[in-house]
């Protein structure tokens, strides 16, 4: 487990830039303190792309780096991009490996009027990207059609099926998949699953949402005080 950042324990909730390792399959487990990041920040803009070894990281001023595993460096690979800047509400980041994209998803066209619920943000009908093979053109946009909605969502939990679609999950009982090739947004049935009330609702799943390869399924933690959920995602045609 790969870690960058976070509030830490400071009254101001300023940043950090401190990185971490979190050996698993050590017993016991064994924390490795790795360079610190070339920047600071709260929100959860961190991912990693397993078939290159290299982990990347998003700084408040929207600049990308990139840590190499093997080499233990960093290196800033794109610098500030205002769209990307540190926001509130808060975007999730996430790294495309197959389709070399860094991907920003989450409520850049604001808040809405009288929100409520997790869709606090205004209608939005993009996200943006960045080509790992061509940082020259920056940050751009990618207009989705369909259940845009999760765009709306604040820090959504986003993670990438063995299909190739992403799957998205805001804390409650629904789950949408993203398609980046036909740029297409689908939310799937509602479940069953209980939510409880409050507003805690609102905060964002940020990276509490995973798929496990093992098993075939999502799992994901919407709360501290909430049990964590298991999502088994439809057979595709």
């Known amino acids: 487990v790969w870690r960058v950042g976070g509030p830490g324990s400071s009254e101001s909730g300023a940043g950090l830039a401190t990185s971490w390792l979190l050996h698993l ?3 016991p487990a064994r924390w490795e303190r790795l360079p610190d990041a070339p920047g600071s920040t709260v929100t959860a803009m961190v991912d990693y792309d397993p078939t290159r070894r290299l ?3 998003v700084a408040r001023n929207g600049a990308l780096h990139r840590y190499d595993f093997d080499a ?31 991907l920003f998803v989450g409520p850049r066209c604001g808040y809405g009027p009288r929100a409520a619920g ?5 209608p939005c009908d993009f996200i943006h990207v960045i080509s790992l093979d061509d940082l020259n053109a920056g940050a751009q946009r990618l207009t989705f059609t369909g259940a845009t909605d999760f765009l709306r969502v ?9 299909s190739g ?20 947004l689908v939310k799937l049935p509602a479940g069953p699953l209980r939510v409880p009330d ?13 798929f496990d390869a093992g ?7 919407a709360h501290v005080d909430w049990d964590a959920v298991r999502f088994t995602p439809p057979g595709r045609p």
């Open 118 to 122: 997790v869709y606090k943000g205004a």
């Open 72 to 102: 233990g460096v960093w290196e800033r690979v794109i610098g500030p991009q205002p769209a990307l800047a540190e926001p509130d509400p808060a975007l999730t980041f996430r790294i495309d490996p197959a389709r070399r994209l860094a």
């Open 215 to 221: 098993r075939g399924v999502f799992f994901g933690i």
């Open 198 to 210: 409050g507003g805690a609702i609102n905060k964002g799943v940020y990276g509490r949402w995973a």
């Open 165 to 184: 679609l992403w799957y998205g999950w805001a804390g409650q009982n629904e789950v949408w998949t993203m398609d980046l090739d036909a740029k297409v």
């Open 154 to 162: 604040q820090g959504p939990g986003l993670a990438k099926h063995p």
């Open 25 to 27: 399959g050590e017993t």
């Open 55 to 57: 982990g990347y990281f």
